[in-house]
């Protein structure tokens, strides 16, 4: 079944740690997101790529960082200079064109201890 | 002003009645307009999807869009305890990459 994997499911930060959270499609989509969800507050987008090898920054961008070396691939780091990086994160695809939505994997969430 | 303005609740109604969940919009340049549905700690799931003034409707659920007023609505009918989620309106607009997510609004059908 296609869809979009993200790893892990729980993660824990140290204090002054980068971290690094996976997400793998394969839908064949060639836009990805990384989103930050916390509560009260809706999503907030960090970054997106819409093609490989290119990536934008979103509203919230940061603290982190991406890469995007395969289509399939969009991995998000969240450094140390991210100051509150408790929170629940989501990445999301979409094909390219056209008014299509997006699909989400289950999501991580991040608790620094 | 944001771009999408949705009620962050939360809601809470019996089970059995009709729900109503609504979102404005200010850039009527939009013209795709989703439901997307989600159960705590998970991701979100797409629940209806419209591009057109007027209704659409699957099972229980009907996605209303008015582009005269900016304005969308989901209605949930005979509301089950299944349906407790948060609810976000996601829009699009033409040629655009990113949808723009109301806050969301969480929803507790009470058995």
């Known amino acids: 079944d296609g869809g979009i994997t993200q790893s892990p499911k729980y993660l824990f930060r140290k204090e002054g740690q980068n971290v690094t959270l996976s997400c793998e499609q394969n839908l064949n989509h060639d836009a990805m997101y990384w989103y930050r969800q916390d509560p009260g507050q809706g999503l907030r987008l960090i970054y997106y790529?819409?093609?490989?090898?290119?990536?934008q920054k979103g509203d919230i961008a940061e603290g982190y960082s991406v890469s995007r070396e395969k289509k399939e691939s969009f991995p998000l780091t969240v450094t140390s200079a991210q100051k509150n990086p408790t929170a629940f994160y989501l990445c999301?695809?979409?094909?390219?064109?056209?008014?299509?939505?997006?699909?989400f994997g289950s999501g991580t969430r991040l608790t620094v201890v | 002003q944001k771009e999408v303005e949705q009620d962050p609740g939360p809601l809470s109604v019996p089970e059995g009645a009709i729900v109503s969940l609504n979102c404005t919009y200010s850039?009527?340049?939009?013209?795709?307009f989703m439901w997307y549905r989600q159960y705590s700690r998970k991701g979100p799931e797409l629940l209806m999807y419209?591009?057109?003034?007027g209704n659409k409707e699957d099972g229980r659920f009907t996605a209303q869009v008015d582009k005269s007023s900016k304005y969308i609505s989901l209605f949930i009918r005979d509301s089950q305890p299944s349906d407790s989620a948060t609810y976000l309106c996601a829009i699009l607009g033409q040629g655009a990459q990113k949808l723009v997510f109301g806050q969301g609004t969480r929803l507790t059908i009470n058995p």
């Open positions: 419209t591009y057109s003034s």
């Open positions: 790529s819409q093609i490989v090898n290119d990536f």
């Open positions: 999301a695809s979409r094909t390219g064109t056209g008014g299509y939505g997006y699909t």
């Open positions: 850039n009527s340049a939009f013209q795709y």
